[in-house]
């Protein structure tokens, strides 16, 4: 692999106002510069293979040649990922980047309500040879490629510039904005749950609610809106096949870097407060709420199953219990898991061993999804899956698709939800599902929303 420097822009947008158009775009924005979260950004596109599924249905397209299968995706996946040890330091420089949707990996066949929403893939995974990887750190942007190709030789050439500029366009307009699920179904379907925890059932169920809307304007005009009203550390835009992916991300879901695995669940949400000092209150009402420790707890415990199907043995360790972090609207607690691989397993394995997320499902996992299934009768797609990069040396990063629109003809979509437990109230629940898309909602419907 070879890398070129090239000018560092604190807004990665301006690389994207570059990439924007190009065939299955993708960007990995940490929303550093007006957040001061992350610490790179991944800029691609132009992938030398793209993995397509939908069920056991797995398209691959190489070469200007699409080969169909009837297969586990992840297998056809594994086929192509490689793990190559090199020494470069930055987090990617070649490898696949994309989604895997909330049922990627679901066996609970259903035939779902169907919704007038964006129906897209299971999964769409891009091999890339090239990268813009941005180091807010150290305040350097580099290009990783194999060679240096026609295409190379104009993204260098581009950013050599001085002062570029991002161009903002405000013409976006949204209508026919639809709360899908009602008040009533939201209050009885949690009421249903408690229910099935006081039966033995489970312990918890993540239960959701969608909205839908119309909209007219570019996707990659409203990403730049979103960013601005709602920076979280895991977000990203993904444009594909006419359909895109915008996500504003608080969560990360696995990532691994020289074989140290970390998953960082939230659980537990409580409003942000213009009043500052008041603000203040609610991290500590948040940090001593014993349903949001109880329900937090419950997830550290599944995910520490979870990775220690991948890990070595006694490696697994919870680094922080119920920490507190604050974003745009909402403070969540959040706890952070590690553990050490195995050797021989790669970190598309440890996704697939943890996937979906226990953050997103409830605990016991299998169980808890059979009851989302019932009761929200719907595809969830993209809405809990999970964003990232897998790079050939086997580091990745991924996140879980909550705060995450989909947008394809004209039709914009996104979810909202919470863990449910015994002591949960179901009104109480049914507007902290609301808490978390705010900003959301105001945007979308105009300011129309009410609740």
Not at 47 to 74: A, C, E, H, M, Q
Not at 84 to 89: L, Q, R
Not at 161 to 190: A, P
Request: proline share 3%; with cysteine; glycine share 4%.
């Amino acid at each position: 692999m070879k890398k070129y420097q090239i000018n560092y822009y604190s807004n990665s947008c301006i690389y994207a106002e570059f990439l924007k158009d190009q065939d299955w775009f993708i960007f990995l924005d940490s929303c550093n510069d007006i957040s001061d979260f992350g610490r790179y950004d991944i800029l691609t596109c132009d992938p030398y293979i793209k993995i397509v599924s939908n069920g056991k249905k797995v398209n691959v397209r190489k070469d200007g040649l699409t080969s169909s299968f009837i297969d586990n995706p992840f297998a056809i996946i594994n086929k192509y990922y490689r793990n190559i040890k090199y020494d470069i330091d930055l987090p990617f420089s070649k490898g696949m980047i994309g989604y895997f949707g909330y049922e990627a990996l679901n066996d609970l066949e259903s035939n779902y309500n169907k919704i007038v929403e964006p129906d897209i893939p299971d999964i769409s995974i891009g091999f890339y040879d090239w990268a813009i990887v941005v180091d807010h750190e150290k305040k350097e942007t580099w290009v990783t490629c194999d060679a240096k190709n026609s295409f190379i030789k104009k993204v260098l050439s581009h950013f050599s510039l001085n002062n570029l500029q991002i161009d903002y366009d405000f013409n976006n307009k949204f209508y026919n904005f639809k709360q899908i699920v009602s008040k009533k179904k939201y209050i009885n379907d949690v009421a249903k749950i408690k229910n099935y925890i006081k039966n033995g059932d489970c312990y918890q169920v993540n239960y959701s609610q969608n909205f839908i809307c119309n909209y007219n304007g570019k996707p990659w005009n409203i990403y730049k809106d979103i960013r601005k009203i709602n920076p979280a550390p895991y977000s990203s835009f993904f444009s594909f096949d006419e359909n895109y992916i915008i996500s504003s991300s608080p969560e990360r879901f696995i990532s691994v870097n020289n074989d140290i695995v970390q998953t960082k669940p939230i659980k537990g949400t409580l409003k942000r407060l213009k009043d500052k000092a008041l603000d203040e209150k609610q991290i500590e009402i948040l940090k001593n709420d014993e349903k949001n420790i109880s329900e937090n707890l419950m997830i550290v415990d599944l995910l520490r199953n979870d990775l220690s199907k991948c890990c070595k043995l006694n490696s697994v360790k919870v680094d922080k219990l119920f920490d507190i972090e604050s974003y745009a609207s909402v403070h969540h607690m959040v706890s952070t898991i590690t553990g050490k691989l195995n050797i021989g397993i790669s970190s598309l394995d440890i996704l697939k061993a943890c996937f979906p997320g226990g953050s997103i499902t409830g605990a016991p996992k299998k169980r808890s999804m059979e009851i989302i299934k019932e009761l929200e009768n719907r595809r969830r797609g993209i809405y809990c899956g999970s964003i990232g990069y897998f790079d050939h040396n086997n580091s990745m990063d991924s996140n879980i698709c909550i705060r995450t629109i989909t947008l394809s003809d004209n039709i914009l979509s996104f979810s909202a939800g919470g863990g449910i437990v015994y002591d949960s109230d179901p009104e109480d629940e049914y507007y902290e599902s609301l808490e978390k898309v705010a900003v959301f909602l105001k945007y979308f419907s105009n300011g129309d929303f009410i609740w």
